[in-house]
């Protein structure tokens, strides 16, 4: 059973638990068997399994093996073998061959212990040679730690602050526009030229008016401040973006439903009023898209995620040939992908109203931070190329989803409070960006295993990012907001500080080579680029469907009232027809013309468009790998040609400055790339705890011993050559 | 809606051949008056891209749709073709074929006539009620012609010509189509050529490919030299050494169709695969012939394994009816949403009948590398998926095979010369034999290309150019059945009864194959056939194990295996007739004997992969993906009508960085003559986006 042989040379290797700052052991477990994922044999590794306040970890009695240097990509946080509590998604027990999901107070323990994670790795513990109480332990703590509904304030996101306050932060130095002053929405508002019709305000400072909306936001420069004052912010136009031709993206919250009909009199006067100012010139159009009526629900992206991911949470490679047969009409079923295609949609629709038909779109949903995340920021990562750079990118995410609300707890469901509220909402915008980062490589400086990485940087309880529902929720609990100053504020770690999580070398895997950077000009050249996109209106524009005469003002205005009162009318103004129209006559448009990276970018969303995002799904599925194989080597030749063109052209740069003859240059050693697997940089990980590299029994029945002598001697010549 | 790309066979930017408007526009010009019906043949434009013997039956002004750009020009049918000649696109004489334009009668799949808002499907002659407005041509390999005819008197005219393609196109199916057409002579000016990829029709060429591959204890038999063994054998192929001629031509008469077995492929590491038909069960072998028969089975190993080809394999109608339907699932105007594609796409078995044939070339493989025996492949007809597979295993065993010249070889070996029936297969002869097992073959091969993109010296292009190039009339090599029909045809022998006439001095040299790209291709596409991402450091040649010393061991095979299942069993003889004459009765195949060594076979586990990353295989070879993920599809050349096919690859960059680096490399050899970069890129033409400014 065990394959651990070197025993002589290693002398016990206790391998020690490495504690982060503030974390604390909470039970653990010896012997425990870890099986080893791939096949159905049941061979593993035996360790210690622990849990923590932060973490469960198993500790393998040989990680001698897995500390080799090969492992390039590590997380700095988290080993191979540790789950954060976080991460749980599912522990179910064996009982007699038969599996069942575990929660609450167990009568009988399990003798196995699968854990499935929302990364979508799958553990499987054996605990029949563990001691019993130590399986007590470990399986009632583990359930409680991962299971138990929790405070806010037991997050181990404060004990770490808490553990590390004294150290100097480092600061990033980072370049991620935060949007938590006044100053980085003026900037975003003159990056955009939206400052012209849209101001940035400070009303809601010290969240006087709004617990929901951040301290500084942007909204039309005609809008009254104390109009923001009145529903506490709902029913406000509240701006997302501009595009080059003026238009912009903005977003409202709807108000709350009443059924007094008085109230719902002053409501209505009060969206009117609202109508008005913002349909007072310079704004011109406004479009309203509801995306709380006729379009996805929370409910359907959750029932098709849990569909979804049970393709790749699978126990054995049996499982997976089992679903394999039908693969694709079991996918499809999910409709995950068919989600995916949706979401995309809907932002080209918006994207056309912006760039073809100049109108600017108001996105409307209840709270304005789920539905509305996702589509304002696909339009902006399609029609501004500053947003597929990776700081770009990140100051988005800062701008629409942490000061937009979206409410990660919840949506994570980080505190166990309530399954319901749990829809992967931010993991569908990743998905999507996904979408466009594989349809169009050279468009994005970063790559997929950046999303990959942040994907899983969800579930990690040391940065502030994605486990607070609301900037204000964030800065009450850091104490912020206590005047009392001698206990200063606690220093709450971003996501966007990868040095946390990895080395610089393994963040060089973040950068797409491909990448097509935008064209350095002088600033006054710049300029006139703005304006002259390449794209910008390629179209064939029917005039009649845009004139701005055709009643659509008045109808509008009221249509978005009655939505607003929550008084549904299923008609829309403009005909669904017309509005497929046009976006089928943008979509060919665009992309019967070559793709100019630095412009537009549309996504296809044909059948065979769509795709499953392979490193992050099927990461942990050794079948599903292919050695030496994938865009993963494609890409290893090209970094290899990257670094000699950069040499050469080092050599070149030397060349001119000294024009002394050139010292006899020794090539460089030739580059002794290793086989990766196509799932790099995760599947190598996997890879250590695989099998023995001899010849199993079923490869001796094929011949006597003596062939086997021979062929043995075979390696060794091997070896010499 | 989807109108667009198709006709498109390259995703080359067109070759600048926008007709200048200026210059002479026959078609508007003839559009503007009426023409005179019979005099004004516009022969003088035409003739020139005649092929010899071709003539050309009718012909009418149109314009092109659905491509961009919009081209005006002439939708002209001959006896062998229908071409869309835009105006002011002149056919080089070097390139008869053009691959933008043409389409072969024997490539149209479907033929439609739009007129109003009516739209029908053209079957026989009568079904052409009205003038079309429009015409629809679909090709069978996934191409789309759509000619808008021009109005204004000259309706007779797009009547005649569509008339012409429905009468040309039902007569294809009479075998005799080419017999008329002697074949392109373009390059038979620059006097004697070798040809590009060895046509392995002479003994020279065995004995050439043989010595390559270092099969040292291999000969070339001269027994088939007049095809009086087999017609579809070719004229000499490799028995063992210690086989004389006279046991090959006795123990190949046991075989099906005298397809008796052959090497294949000698492994460097000192295995040999083969190929061979299957017993030929009426026959009452001799005990010499049987031994004949099973030492030439055995090939000197003493370990002998027989693969069943057929077995887990899709039959010859799963693969055609699974094409038919992916051809319908991607024709342009296909009613399947978007969100149903998924499982449309797995309901035309397509995909599967793909996994199936690399799962199968997988375990082929292994069972070659890993150990040192003879691997004989044996299918009824040893025409069609034997062929197959022993290319796929070559391919993911060996380097050489990924290699340009490689596989062009290995496809003259195991299809051309192993008188794989191209015409039958692929429709020509309008029998029900259909089955476009080639066309399977290259989509395999585009799998592992996109599973292994730096593993291939050939691009997906070649593969592509390949794909449309089966049914170009230009050269022989797919539109035969037969090693011995492509000599007739080639004019090698006079005629087949006759005693053979050695070709006289380069006769022979002369003959053209498909493999002369430069008939059907420009310059500059044929430059995109090499695959800027491979890597041919990835492969060692030293990677192999020496080869045994003990290698041709006399005496009977010590273990006989059936690879069946993707497991072992073991068999007690090698031939059916030995001891149990009642089998035969049952079925050509071999009944396993009740295995006597369950133990070691529960040992086994065959079939799952996982084990077999843990035997030490050499590196060089691929083990390729087969699972639903692994295996897509080949949308470049099955979705041409959708323009998202076009889609960014990596190559702009790729051949950016490589232009780069061979500038840079230029400036410094330059300067420092004394400095020698490892210069391994071509000069290509540097109007490619740089990712890096220079």
């Not at chain 1, 553990?123 to 730690?145: A, M, Q």
């Not at chain 1, 996805?296 to 849990?306: K, P």
């Not at chain 2, 001629?245 to 090497?263: I, M, Y």
Request: glycine share 6%; charged share 25%.
């Amino acid at each position: 059973m065990e394959i651990h042989t070197n025993d002589k040379e290693v002398t016990e290797k206790e391998v020690t638990l490495h504690l982060l700052p503030g974390e604390q052991l909470l039970c653990e477990a010896s012997t425990v068997l870890k099986y080893v994922q791939e096949d159905t044999c049941q061979r593993g590794i035996y360790g210690k399994l622990v849990c923590t306040d932060f973490k469960i970890a198993f500790l393998g009695d040989d990680d001698s093996a897995l500390e080799s240097d090969e492992t390039q990509f590590k997380n700095k946080l988290i080993g191979e073998n540790d789950i954060t509590l976080h991460c749980v998604d599912q522990i179910l027990g064996v009982f007699d061959e038969k599996k069942k999901t575990l929660f609450g107070q167990l009568k009988k323990y399990p003798e196995k212990l699968i854990i499935h994670c929302k990364d979508l790795r799958v553990f499987h513990f054996c605990l029949r040679y563990t001691k019993e109480e130590e399986v007590k332990r470990i399986v009632s703590g583990i359930i409680h730690h991962t299971q138990a509904s929790k405070l806010l304030k037991r997050l181990f996101l404060f004990s770490y602050a808490a553990a590390t306050q004294n150290r100097t932060a480092s600061d990033p130095q980072n370049h991620t526009v935060m949007f938590d002053t006044l100053k980085d929405w003026c900037w975003e508002l003159e990056r955009t030229k939206g400052c012209l019709k849209y101001k940035a305000v400070s009303v809601n400072q010290g969240y006087k008016v709004c617990e929901r909306l951040p301290e500084y936001f942007v909204v039309p420069i005609a809008l009254p401040e104390e109009d923001i004052s009145h529903f506490q912010g709902h029913g406000i136009p509240l701006w997302c973006w501009s595009c080059h031709s003026g238009c912009a993206l903005l977003k409202m919250s709807a108000l709350p439903k009443e059924q007094d009909d008085g109230v719902s009199q002053i409501q209505k006067s009060f969206l009117d009023g609202i109508n008005k100012t913002i349909h007072r010139p310079p704004y011109e159009i406004l479009k309203t898209e509801d995306l709380s009526s006729n379009f996805l629900s929370l409910q359907e992206i959750q029932t098709a995620y849990s569909k979804f991911k049970q393709l790749f949470l699978i126990d054995n490679s049996t499982e997976f040939w089992d679903t394999d047969i039908k693969w694709f009409s079991v996918l499809e079923s999910s409709s995950w992908l068919d989600i995916i295609r949706r979401c995309l949609k809907k932002a080209i629709e918006i994207t056309e109203c912006l760039e073809a038909q100049n109108v600017n779109v108001l996105l409307l949903e209840e709270h304005a931070s789920d539905l509305c995340c996702i589509v304002s920021s696909l339009v902006q990562v399609m029609m501004d190329p500053h947003c597929r750079t990776r700081f770009g990118f990140q100051s988005l995410i800062q701008k629409e989803w942490i000061m937009g609300g979206h409410c990660f707890l919840d949506r994570c469901n980080h505190l166990r409070q309530s399954d319901k509220e749990e829809v992967p909402v931010f993991l569908l915008f990743l998905d999507c960006v996904w979408q466009l980062v594989h349809q169009h490589p050279p468009a994005f400086e970063f790559t997929e295993t950046y999303l990959t990485v942040l994907s899983d940087s969800l579930y990690i309880p040391i940065f502030s990012t994605f486990f607070f529902n609301s900037p204000h929720q964030k800065d009450a609990n850091m104490g912020r907001e206590s005047q009392d100053a001698q206990s200063s504020p606690l220093n709450l770690l971003t996501v966007w500080d990868w040095s946390v999580q990895f080395e610089p070398k393994a963040q060089t895997l973040f950068r797409n080579p491909l990448y097509v950077e935008k064209p350095k000009l002088d600033k006054s050249q710049r300029k006139g680029m703005r304006f002259k996109h390449q794209r910008q209106l390629s179209l064939p524009l029917t005039q009649s469907k845009s004139s701005p005469k055709r009643g659509f003002f008045r109808e509008e205005t009221d249509h978005l009232i009655k939505n607003l009162l929550g008084k549904r009318i299923s008609k829309l103004i403009n005909s669904s027809e017309d509005l497929q129209d046009n976006f089928r006559e943008f979509y060919d448009s665009w992309h019967s013309k070559p793709t100019d990276y630095q412009g537009l970018l549309l996504p296809h969303l044909e059948g065979p468009e769509i795709k499953v995002w392979a490193q992050r799904y099927l990461r942990w599925i050794p079948e599903a790998q292919i050695l030496g194989g994938g865009q993963v080597a494609l890409m290893s030749k090209l970094l290899e040609m990257l670094e000699e063109v950069q040499r050469l052209q080092e050599q070149v740069e030397e060349r001119h400055h000294s024009q002394a003859a050139l010292p006899a240059e020794v090539p460089p050693a030739p580059r002794h790339s290793a086989r990766l697997s196509s799932l790099f940089p995760f599947a190598l990980l996997q890879r250590h705890s695989s099998k023995p590299v001899l010849p199993t029994s079923g490869w001796k029945a094929l011949g006597d011993d003596e062939d086997l002598a021979k062929r043995e001697d075979e390696f060794v010549d091997l070896g010499d050559l | 809606m989807w109108w667009g790309g198709r006709g498109q066979s390259f995703n080359i930017s067109p070759q600048k051949e926008e007709p200048e408007m200026g210059l002479s526009r026959p078609k508007s010009d003839q559009g503007s008056r009426m023409p005179e019906p019979r005099s004004n043949q516009p022969s003088s434009f035409l003739a020139s891209g005649c092929l010899p013997g071709e003539q050309i039956l009718a012909w009418a002004p149109g314009v092109r749709k659905g491509l961009e750009p919009e081209l005006s020009g002439i939708l002209i049918c001959t006896n062998l073709r229908v071409t869309f000649q835009p105006c002011g696109w002149q056919r080089s004489q070097d390139i008869p074929v053009s691959s933008e334009y043409d389409f072969a009668l024997v490539n149209i799949g479907r033929l439609e006539a739009v007129s109003g808002l009516s739209r029908v499907q053209l079957l026989r002659p009568g079904s052409l009620k009205s003038v079309p407005e429009e015409i629809l041509i679909h090709g069978r390999d996934f191409r789309l012609l759509r000619v808008c005819f021009e109005a204004g008197g000259l309706e007779p005219q797009a009547f005649q010509v569509t008339m012409a393609i429905i009468q040309a196109k039902a007569q294809t199916y009479q075998d005799q189509l080419y017999a008329g057409v002697t074949l392109s002579t373009a390059g038979q000016s620059s006097g004697p050529r070798k040809p590009p990829v060895p046509l392995l029709e002479t003994s020279e060429d065995w004995e050439a490919e043989r010595k390559k591959q270092g099969a040292r204890g291999w000969r070339v038999s001269t027994v088939n030299e007049r095809f009086d063994i087999a017609t579809s054998l070719p004229r000499y192929f490799w028995v063992p050494n210690r086989t004389l001629d006279s046991e090959v031509r006795r123990a190949f008469g046991h075989f099906h169709q005298g397809r008796g077995p052959r090497l294949s492929w000698h492994h460097p590491g000192g295995s040999d695969l083969l190929r061979c038909g299957g017993f030929y069960t009426a026959s009452d072998p001799s005990k010499e012939d049987i031994r004949a028969m099973e030492s030439m089975l055995q090939a000197g190993h003493s370990d002998v394994v027989l693969v069943d080809t057929v077995e887990e394999l899709p039959s010859l109608t799963d693969v055609q009816l699974a094409h038919v339907r992916l051809r319908a699932l991607c024709l342009p105007d296909s009613s399947v949403a978007d969100d149903k594609w998924l499982s449309a796409l797995e309901g035309t078995r397509w995909l599967d009948c793909v996994r199936s044939c690399l799962r199968k070339a997988s375990d082929i493989s292994v069972l070659v590398t890993s150990r040192v025996r003879s691997v004989v492949l044996q299918e009824r007809g040893d025409r069609d998926l034997n062929g197959l597979l022993s290319s796929l295993a070559q391919l993911l065993s060996a380097h050489e095979a990924r290699t340009l010249l490689g596989f062009q070889s290995l496809v003259q070996r195991e299809w051309v010369a192993a008188g794989h029936p191209f015409l039958t297969r692929l429709g020509g002869t309008g029998g029900n034999e259909e089955a476009p097992v080639f066309l399977l073959f290259l989509d395999c091969v585009w799998q592992l290309l996109q599973q292994f993109p730096t593993e291939f010296e050939f691009s997906e292009f070649f593969l592509l150019a390949l794909h449309d190039s089966i049914r170009v009339p230009d050269t022989l090599t797919f539109l035969r059945d037969t090693p011995w029909e492509r000599g007739k045809q080639g004019g090698q022998f006079k005629s087949f009864t006759q005693v053979y006439t050695p070709p006289a001095g380069n006769a022979v040299n002369q003959q053209l194959s498909v493999w002369d790209w430069g008939l059907r291709y420009s310059n500059k596409q044929i430059q995109q056939f090499h695959n800027l991402g491979y890597d041919p450091e990835h492969c060692p040649d030293s990677c192999f194990p020496r080869q045994q010393l003990s290698f041709m061991v006399p005496g009977p095979p010590r273990s006989v295996w059936l690879f069946s299942r993707g497991a072992l069993t073991p068999l007690n003889q090698l031939c059916p007739w030995q001891d149990s004459p009642s089998l035969l009765a049952v079925s050509s195949r071999w009944l396993p004997r009740p295995a006597i060594s369950t133990e070691s076979l529960a040992d086994q586990e065959w079939g799952l992969p996982s084990h077999w990353g843990a035997c030490p295989l050499p590196p060089g070879l691929l083990i390729p993906g087969y699972l639903g993920p692994q295996i897509k599809l080949w949308k470049r050349c099955y979705l041409r009508g959708k323009p998202e096919v076009q889609m960014g690859l990596l190559a702009p960059t790729i051949s950016g960085l490589q232009d780069e680096l061979s500038c840079l490399q230029e400036l410094l050899r330059k300067w420092a003559p004394g400095l020698s970069p490892e210069d391994h890129s071509e000069k290509r033409d540097p109007n490619t986006i740089l990712s890096q400014p220079c």
